[in-house]
C-alpha cells in the first residue's frame, strides 16, 4: 500500500478521497490553482501546492506541473477524481513514465473508451445493443447533416470526447442543425480539446441506467449493480438513486454482465461505470458510453453496498486484488443522492458565482452522508462547477428513503447566492417522482409543477422575521453602547424609549416587488408584532451562542435560523424558508427595475459567437449572441422584437456580470 497519494483534482471529489485516504492512514498531497487558495481540499490535506492561475488549462489541465508536484512531494500515486484530467490517456501514460502510480485505468482502456464513436463501434462488434446513429471518424459537416437526415429527427449531438453533458446538444430539425452542431462542437473543444462528435437518434422516454463494474489487476471483474440517473437538466445528472426502481432482477443481471464483459474486453483495472439507456415499454437496453473513473454519484453504490469504491480503488492500485467477489455483493436498502448546485432554476438553472455568507446542512449518520467541498464563507468561482454538496440518503426502502430525502433538502440552508434546493425539494414531492415514473426528460415534462411561483411568507415567518431585526438591533446597541463613553444613557436604547407615550415602530419587508408591513409594539417582556391581515403576537427571544434565533411566539417555542446579509434577510423556520429585503427609511433611493429592451451579460463569461447583424430587426427570443461560463455556452435572446443597432462587444471579449452587450430598440 501506498504511504502518501497526490490528489489531481479540487472541491468535493478531493475532499472525499482525502477522508478515506486518512482513514486509511495515508498522507495526501494537494494542488490549488490561485482561485483555490484557500479552499476546503487545501486545508483538508498534509501538504498542498500551487500549480497556477486560476483557468483550468493553466492549473488543474497541467500535466507537467501535477507531476512536478508529485516528484517534489514524494507521492507514490495520483489519484484524478472525477473530470479534469481523470479520462486522460495521456496523463495515465506522463504518470507511468514519471514511475508514479495512476489510481485509474491503463492508458490503452482510456484510449479504447475514451472516443464515444470508438467505443461504439467497440461495443457493436462485442454484440452490445446501440441506438441508431453515426460514430464514423469524417466529421465533414455536410456528411453529418446527411446523416442526421438518415437517422431523422429528433437527434442529438454529443462530444466524442467528454461527457457531464457538455459538447451535447438536442436537433429538434434541420434548420436547428447547423448552429446546434456548431455550439457542440464549441463547447467540446473548450471543455475536452477535442470537437469531434457523434450522431444519434433522440429517443423520447428512455431511462439512464448505470452500472458500477470494479476489476483488479488479476482479471477479476464484479459489477456493484446499478444507479438510475434519469432526472437530468442541460445532460446534467441531479438526482441519482440505488437501486433502480421497478427494474426486474433479469434485466439487472444481463445488464450487469454485459458491463463486466464491456470491461473486460479492453483489459480494464479500477472503477468504472458503463451507461444505458433503458426502454421499460420493452425491456430493451442501449449502450451509450464507458465512463473510465469514479461517478459523482458513486455513494448510493456505497451506501447501498456498505463497500467504500475509493479504497477499492486505492488497494486495486496498489496490486491488491478485489476485496469481495460477485457472490459476496448483495444490496440493501435504497440510497438516493441529490446535487446541490449554485443556480438559478428559474433563470433556466443559470450557474451562480458568489460568497457563500451562510451554509448549513442536516446531521450526519447512519441514515444521511454530506460529501461537500466548500464551507460558509468560501466563494463560487467562475472558472469551476458550481456544485455545492451532495446529500445522499438511505433507508430500508424507497419511499422510506425518499422521505429522508425531503427532510435532509428541509434542513439544508444556503445564503448568499441562488441554489437549486427549492426546486430539489420540488422534485422530491412530485406525485411521478414518488411513483417512479422516471425518464430522461423528466424535468422537461413537469417543469410547471417544478417551478411554481414561490409562496409569500406567511406570518409566523414575517414575525421571526421582525423578531430577528429586533433582537439585532438590541445587540449592536448593547455593544455600542458598551464601548461608549455613557453605556447607561437611555439615548442608545433600542427598546422604543418614550417620556410619555406608547412606543411604536414600523418594519417594512420587501418580498417579490411587494411591501410587507409589521408594525412593532414594544413591551417590557418583549414585543407586541402587528402582522398583516390584522393578526398580531407577542413576540420575545434571543440568539443562542451558536446564532440560531430561539423565538417565542404567544407562548410557542421555536429554533430557527436569522441570517443577514445587507438589507437581506433569510429565514429559515420549520415551515420552509424565505428570503425578504429590509427597507430602511434611510437608505435612499430604492433600486428601479431597468427597462425593458436591455441584453446584459447574466455572469462573467467570454464572447463566444455574435448570431445577428448589427441594424437588423429580430424577433422576440431570436438568438442575439453566445457567452461562455463556467463550462458552458448560455445563449442570450432579444428580449422583445426590435432592431439590433449595435453590438457592444467582440468574439473574444471577457464581460462582466451585467455589462451591457448590445445596443437595442425594442418596438412599441
Known amino acids: 500500500m501506498f504511504s502518501k497519494i497526490l490528489i489531481a483534482n479540487r472541491g468535493e471529489i478531493a475532499c472525499r478521497v482525502i477522508r478515506t485516504a486518512r482513514r486509511m492512514g495515508l498522507k495526501t498531497v494537494a494542488v490549488y490553482s490561485d482561485a483555490d487558495a484557500e479552499a476546503m481540499h487545501v486545508a483538508m490535506a498534509d501538504e498542498a501546492y500551487r500549480i497556477g492561475p486560476a483557468p483550468v488549462r493553466e492549473s488543474y489541465l497541467k500535466i507537467e506541473a501535477i507531476l512536478d508536484v508529485a516528484k517534489r512531494s514524494g507521492a507514490e500515486a495520483i489519484h484524478p477524481g472525477y473530470g479534469f484530467l481523470s479520462e486522460n490517456e495521456r496523463f495515465a501514460e506522463a504518470c507511468a513514465a514519471a514511475g508514479v502510480v495512476f489510481i485509474g485505468p491503463p492508458p490503452s482502456a482510456i484510449r479504447a473508451m475514451g472516443g464515444k464513436s470508438e467505443a461504439k463501434a467497440l461495443m457493436e462488434t462485442a454484440g452490445v445493443p446501440l441506438v441508431p446513429g453515426y460514430h464514423g471518424a469524417d466529421q465533414d459537416p455536410a456528411l453529418l447533416r446527411a446523416e442526421a437526415e438518415r437517422i431523422g429527427w429528433p437527434v442529438l449531438i454529443k462530444a466524442s470526447a467528454g461527457g457531464g453533458g457538455k459538447g451535447m446538444k438536442v436537433a429538434a430539425s434541420a434548420a436547428e442543425f447547423d448552429a446546434q452542431l456548431a455550439s457542440a462542437k464549441r463547447e467540446s473543444a473548450a471543455a475536452f480539446g477535442d470537437d469531434r462528435v457523434l450522431i444519434e437518434k433522440y429517443l423520447e422516454r428512455p431511462r439512464h441506467v448505470e452500472i458500477q463494474v470494479f476489476a483488479d489487476g488479476q482479471g477479476r471483474c464484479v459489477y456493484l449493480f446499478e444507479r438510475d440517473c434519469s432526472i437530468q437538466r442541460r445532460h446534467q445528472k441531479v438526482i441519482e438513486e440505488a437501486p433502480a426502481p421497478n427494474l426486474p432482477s433479469e434485466v439487472r443481471r444481463r445488464m450487469?454482465?454485459?458491463?463486466?464483459?464491456?470491461?473486460?474486453?479492453?483489459?480494464?483495472?479500477?472503477?468504472?461505470?458503463?451507461?444505458?439507456?433503458?426502454?421499460?415499454?420493452?425491456?430493451?437496453?442501449?449502450?451509450?458510453?464507458?465512463?473510465?473513473?469514479?461517478?459523482?454519484?458513486?455513494?448510493?453504490?456505497?451506501?447501498?453496498?456498505?463497500?467504500?469504491?475509493?479504497?477499492?480503488?486505492?488497494?486495486?492500485?496498489?496490486?491488491?486484488?478485489?476485496?469481495?467477489?460477485q457472490d459476496d455483493l448483495t444490496i440493501h436498502g435504497h440510497a438516493i443522492e441529490a446535487r446541490?448546485?449554485?443556480?438559478?432554476?428559474?433563470?433556466?438553472?443559470?450557474?451562480?458565482?458568489?460568497?457563500?455568507?451562510?451554509?448549513?446542512?442536516?446531521?450526519?449518520?447512519?441514515?444521511?452522508?454530506?460529501?461537500?467541498?466548500?464551507?460558509?464563507?468560501?466563494?463560487?468561482?467562475?472558472?469551476?462547477?458550481p456544485m455545492i454538496a451532495k446529500l445522499i440518503v438511505w433507508d430500508v426502502d424507497r419511499a422510506s428513503a425518499v422521505r429522508r430525502m425531503r427532510a435532509a433538502l428541509g434542513a439544508t440552508q444556503v445564503v448568499g447566492l441562488a441554489t437549486n434546493v427549492r426546486f430539489l425539494e420540488g422534485l422530491a414531492s412530485h406525485p411521478a417522482f414518488l411513483g417512479a415514473d422516471l425518464d430522461t426528460r423528466f424535468i422537461e415534462r413537469h417543469r410547471a409543477d417544478l417551478l411554481p411561483e414561490p409562496a409569500a411568507a406567511g406570518p409566523r415567518a414575517l414575525a421571526l422575521a421582525a423578531l430577528g431585526v429586533l433582537l439585532d438591533r438590541e445587540r449592536t446597541a448593547r455593544e455600542a453602547a458598551a464601548a461608549s463613553a455613557d453605556p447607561w444613557s437611555p439615548w442608545v436604547r433600542t427598546d422604543g424609549w418614550r417620556l410619555n407615550e406608547e412606543a411604536r415602530d414600523?418594519?417594512?419587508?420587501?418580498?417579490?416587488?411587494?411591501?410587507?408591513?409589521?408594525?412593532?409594539?414594544?413591551?417590557?417582556?418583549?414585543?407586541?408584532?402587528?402582522?398583516?391581515?390584522?393578526?398580531?403576537?407577542?413576540?420575545?427571544?434571543?440568539?443562542?451562542?451558536?446564532?440560531?434565533?430561539e423565538a417565542d411566539l404567544d407562548g410557542v417555542r421555536l429554533s430557527s435560523v436569522w441570517v443577514r446579509q445587507g438589507a437581506d434577510i433569510t429565514v429559515f423556520h420549520p415551515g420552509g424558508s424565505h428570503r425578504l429585503t429590509l427597507v430602511e427609511p434611510l437608505t435612499g433611493a430604492l433600486d428601479q427595475d431597468v427597462p425593458g429592451g436591455r441584453v446584459a451579460a447574466p455572469m462573467p463569461g467570454k464572447i463566444i459567437a455574435l448570431l445577428a447583424?448589427?441594424?437588423?430587426?429580430?424577433?422576440?427570443?431570436?438568438?442575439?449572441?453566445?457567452?461562455?461560463?463556467?463550462?458552458?455556452?448560455?445563449?442570450?435572446?432579444?428580449?422583445?422584437?426590435?432592431?439590433?443597432?449595435?453590438?457592444?462587444?467582440?468574439?473574444?471579449?471577457?464581460v462582466e456580470e451585467g455589462n451591457d452587450l448590445v445596443s437595442f430598440e425594442a418596438e412599441g
Request: glycine content about 14%; overall charge negative; hydrophobic content about 35%.
Open 613 to 654: 447583424e448589427p441594424g437588423s430587426r429580430v424577433e422576440k427570443g431570436q438568438p442575439l449572441l453566445v457567452l461562455e461560463a463556467m463550462k458552458m455556452e448560455h445563449t442570450l435572446k432579444a428580449p422583445s422584437a426590435g432592431t439590433l443597432t449595435a453590438y457592444r462587444c467582440a468574439v473574444g471579449d471577457q
Open 256 to 325: 450487469g454482465e454485459a458491463a463486466v464483459a464491456a470491461a473486460k474486453a479492453i483489459g480494464y483495472v479500477g472503477a468504472g461505470t458503463v451507461e444505458f439507456l433503458y426502454d421499460p415499454a420493452q425491456g430493451g437496453f442501449y449502450f451509450m458510453e464507458m465512463n473510465t473513473r469514479l461517478q459523482v454519484e458513486h455513494p448510493v453504490t456505497e451506501m447501498i453496498t456498505g463497500q467504500d469504491l475509493v479504497e477499492w480503488q486505492l488497494r486495486v492500485a496498489s496490486g491488491e486484488p478485489l476485496p469481495v467477489g
Open 506 to 549: 414600523t418594519l417594512t419587508f420587501r418580498e417579490n416587488g411587494e411591501d410587507r408591513l409589521v408594525g412593532v409594539v414594544y413591551r417590557r417582556d418583549g414585543y407586541r408584532l402587528e402582522l398583516p391581515g390584522g393578526e398580531s403576537v407577542t413576540a420575545g427571544g434571543e440568539f443562542n451562542p451558536g446564532g440560531t434565533l
Open 340 to 385: 446541490l448546485y449554485a443556480e438559478d432554476p428559474d433563470r433556466d438553472f443559470l450557474p451562480q458565482t458568489g460568497t457563500l455568507e451562510h451554509l448549513g446542512f442536516p446531521p450526519c449518520g447512519p441514515h444521511v452522508r454530506v460529501d461537500a467541498g466548500v464551507r460558509a464563507g468560501d466563494a463560487i468561482s467562475v472558472h469551476y462547477d
